[in-house]
C-alpha cells in the first residue's frame, strides 16, 4: 500500500472538480511531521457532494457510497474506494461523535479544520491535539504520549 502516491492522487483529482474535503486519523502524524505507518485514508467531504464524489471516484470506488452503511449510525453515508490504498470515504459524522468531548472525526473536527501543505497540495484536517484526546479517551495514553513526545521541539 503506498498510502502517500493515494493522497496525492486524491487530492489532486478532488482539486480537479472542487470537492471540498478534509481528512484525520493516522494520516495526521506525517501531515505534522511524524513518520508513521498510514494503513488508510479517512476522506470526509459534504453530503451535498455526494452525487460529485460518486461520479469523480465511480472507477475507484469498492464499497457504494450508501445512506446508512455499515458506519451508521456513526455518519450517514460511507463507502470504500482504492487509490494506490484503502481510502475510507465519509459524510455527516453523527453529534454523538463529539459527547462527551470533541473527537478528531466529529462534527467539530469538520468545522474546525486547519490547512496543511503537503506536496504542493492544500491538505484540511483537524488540528492534532484532537486525535491525541481522542486516543486518550480510548484509552491509549502510551501513543498519546509518543505522538505529543515526537511533536515537542528538540532542544
Not at 20 to 37: F, M, R, S, V, Y
Not at 108 to 131: E, Q, R, S
Request: proline share 6%; net charge negative.
Amino acid at each position: 500500500m503506498n498510502w502517500q502516491e493515494g493522497l496525492e492522487q486524491l487530492a489532486t483529482i478532488s482539486e480537479e472538480v472542487g470537492i471540498e474535503w478534509w481528512t484525520t486519523g493516522k494520516i495526521l502524524l506525517p501531515l505534522n511531521g511524524i513518520d508513521a505507518e498510514v494503513d488508510d485514508l479517512d476522506f470526509y467531504f459534504n453530503k451535498n457532494d455526494l452525487e460529485i464524489v460518486c461520479d469523480t471516484f465511480q472507477g475507484f470506488i469498492t464499497e457504494p457510497i450508501v445512506y446508512h452503511g455499515s458506519r451508521f449510525p456513526t455518519f450517514q453515508y460511507n463507502g470504500m474506494a482504492y487509490i494506490r490504498c484503502a481510502i475510507c470515504m465519509f459524510a455527516e459524522p453523527n453529534m454523538d461523535l463529539d459527547v462527551p468531548e470533541p473527537s478528531h472525526f466529529g462534527p467539530y473536527a469538520a468545522t474546525n479544520l486547519k490547512t496543511v501543505n503537503w506536496k504542493g497540495h492544500k491538505i484540511k484536517a483537524p488540528p492534532i491535539d484532537l486525535y491525541i484526546k481522542t486516543l486518550e479517551r480510548w484509552g491509549k495514553a502510551k501513543q498519546a504520549h509518543e505522538i505529543r513526545s515526537a511533536l515537542q521541539p528538540i532542544e
